[in-house]
């Protein structure tokens, strides 16, 4: 048999990039697919290479992805948080032009003689990928959400979209562990319900998300862990080593933090809520390296938009301390895979992470940490799982003093956390057993 991982890899982003490649290895070590084939993402040969090229590089069959984005690789500067008017309307435009075009393509997609007579030969060649498999894996993440935006009736029907289309050519559809909510917004609930109930397979990665969907699907949903917890590092000594690259010692107990631009979605002050949370995590700096700790800021995601590229809130973040203060920190500016990532976080002694597979990653280092949650459930929701409640706060609710008390307090802890840490992945790998066998029941029921 054969499999796609769908909606797309995006190598810059490190959590993705590891819950698509766990995708892939969780579906070949059902031992059911001969080939799992991942969908690229990337709108100009430019993007396409940037974000897949990691991919390639690891083996992975790629297919070429058919439903562009509405920028069409074009990435104005000065829009992290927010976008010109201009910029808009050509989106706007691109996104009608699609949800025509694409909705077309879902209502004919069965008729080989209909695609090809009217779309490319490259979306028929994706159609024809889709049209020759078997199963549809839906990559672990937490993408299925939305906060009362006036663009969410058209994000969730993109999302949506290669799920619509495996159903169309009557595929199986398994939805990996992810998060889901808040589903605020003119027709959201309508358009996941709808598409969601038809899946053969639905799994929420944490308690607060299985309730939620649970609730709009009228259905239990079943939970089990987050895939990126299962992610393989590299050897150990692969991160110490780029650690000691950029000045750091084996005595040297590091506290590694990752930060993001946020637009604020359905929030009325934006621009003040980021000037907050990146002011705090300053102050939160400063007061680390005051207790004798060393800190170091990673990229865990690099675009390819600038909303998405974690450099450019590290930039502006250093450029609100003095010069004094800038010598004290190091910014370790690189594109690691997702693999050598992990095994740097690996020899770090505490984290505070706003990218949430940056807390995944250290975690199951057995790393103490504290999440930055944003973009629905998945970081109160997982933290929550794991019963360190207390070490979680919205980036909307971040001030100094809560992400100093709560570093204050996981220091104070560490010994506690670090053993919770341990009780909990010890039982991964039985929950990623239990995964495969629920995947292989359903795709293959006796």
């Known amino acids: 048999m054969k499999a796609i991982v769908v909606p797309g890899v995006t190598d810059l982003n490190k959590g993705d ?7 892939h290895r969780m579906a070949m070590d059902t031992k059911l697919f ?8 990337g709108d100009t040969q430019e993007e ?32 992290v948080i927010g976008e010109g008017f201009l910029y808009l309307l050509f989106q706007i435009f691109n996104a009608l032009s699609d949800l025509f075009s694409r909705s077309l393509l879902l209502k004919v997609c069965s008729n080989k003689f209909l695609t090809n007579l009217l779309f490319s030969k490259e979306t028929s060649s994706t159609v024809n990928e889709f049209r020759n498999t078997d199963v549809i894996f839906v990559k672990g993440g937490g993408f299925i ?36 909510g808040p589903f605020d917004g003119l027709t959201v609930k309508y358009q996941i319900k709808k598409t969601l109930k038809k899946l053969d397979l639905v799994l929420a990665r944490e308690n607060i998300s299985s309730d939620r969907l649970g609730e709009l699907l009228n259905k239990k949903i079943q939970v089990l862990p987050d895939l990126g917890f299962y992610l393989k590092s590299s050897d150990k000594e692969i991160g110490a080593e780029i650690l000691k690259e950029h000045g750091f010692s084996n005595h040297d107990k590091i506290v590694g933090i990752t930060i993001r631009p946020w637009r604020f979605p359905g929030k009325n002050n934006p621009e003040e809520l980021y000037e907050k949370y990146i002011n705090s995590v300053k102050d939160l700096a400063l007061h680390v390296h005051q207790k004798g700790y060393k800190v170091a800021f990673f990229n865990q995601s690099l675009g390819p938009n600038a909303h998405e590229d974690d450099r450019n809130a590290i930039r502006y973040l250093m450029s609100k301390f003095d010069e004094n203060e800038a010598s004290k920190f190091v910014w370790v500016n690189e594109n690691f895979n997702c693999e050598d990532l992990k095994s740097i976080y690996s020899n770090l002694y505490f984290f505070i992470g706003t990218r949430f597979h940056s807390v995944i990653f250290s975690m199951t280092a057995l790393v103490p940490s504290i999440a930055i949650g944003y973009g629905g459930n998945k970081a109160k929701g997982i933290m929550s799982d ?25 220091i104070s802890q560490y010994d506690f956390i670090k053993s919770r840490l341990e009780e909990k992945i010890v039982l991964l790998e039985q929950k990623r057993k239990e995964t495969i066998e629920l995947i292989k029941s359903t795709v293959c029921p006796k």
């Open 386 to 410: 794991f019963q360190l409640d207390e070490f979680v706060i919205q980036i909307e609710d971040v001030t100094t003093n809560d992400l100093v008390s709560r570093f204050d307090k996981g």
């Open 34 to 41: 001969d080939e799992v084939s991942i969908l690229s993402l």
């Open 145 to 180: 959400h939305a906060h009362g935006e006036k663009s969410a009736p058209y994000v969730m029907w993109f999302f949506l979209f290669y799920l619509k289309l495996g159903l169309k050519l009557n595929k199986k559809v398994v939805f990996l562990p992810n998060s889901y």
């Open 48 to 79: 396409y290479e940037l974000l897949c090229s990691q991919s390639k590089d690891k083996g992975f069959k790629i297919i070429k992805n058919i439903l562009k984005h509405p920028r069409r690789g074009k990435h104005p500067k000065n829009s």
């Open 17 to 23: 990039q590891a819950l698509v490649w766990e995708s």
